[in-house]
């Protein structure tokens, strides 16, 4: 019986299951038998560190149309595409690493300033170009 982490990608989408054929954004839903795991293979560290799920039966409960820009590897669009779709071009691993580390160093740079008696009045989220239909 298939276990559900060789079913499941890290993005939660279909793996490479016979039969089944998902894309990236298509909903999918997952029937299965809960087990205990077997000794010494426990994380009580994760929340499901203690259960194995064995899948019975997987289904595609919605397929998603093709996005209009793709979300995984690095395609280079126009700007004015790529500002359209902000709320996709967000999910892209590069801009989402940049913006991650940016929030990082701001917050280090508020924490020494703090320390050494500066206080900022307000603070600002990192500057994003506005998103409108073209």
């Known amino acids: 019986m298939p276990n ?4 499941l990608k890290g993005t939660g989408a279909l793996g ?7 894309g990236v954004d ?9 087990e205990a795991l077997a000794v010494g293979t426990e994380n009580a560290d994760m ?5 194995e799920v ?4 997987i289904e595609v409960l ?4 093709e996005l209009p820009l793709p979300v995984f590897g690095e395609p280079d669009y126009p700007e004015d595409i790529r500002l359209k779709y902000r709320f996709l071009d967000l999910r892209r691993e590069t ?9 990082r160093i ?10 050494i008696g500066f206080n900022a009045v307000s603070y600002t989220h990192p500057p994003l170009p506005p998103t409108y239909s073209v």
């Open 106 to 115: 701001v917050a280090s740079l508020r924490h020494r300033m703090n320390e």
């Open 16 to 22: 490479k299951v016979p039969g089944a054929s998902s």
């Open 47 to 51: 929340p499901t560190g203690l259960i």
């Open 62 to 65: 919605g397929q998603a149309a």
């Open 4 to 7: 559900v982490n060789d079913l």
């Open 95 to 103: 801009l989402h690493k940049n913006i991650m580390t940016r929030t």
């Open 54 to 57: 064995y899948a019975t039966g």
């Open 26 to 34: 298509d909903k999918t839903g997952a029937a299965g038998i809960k």
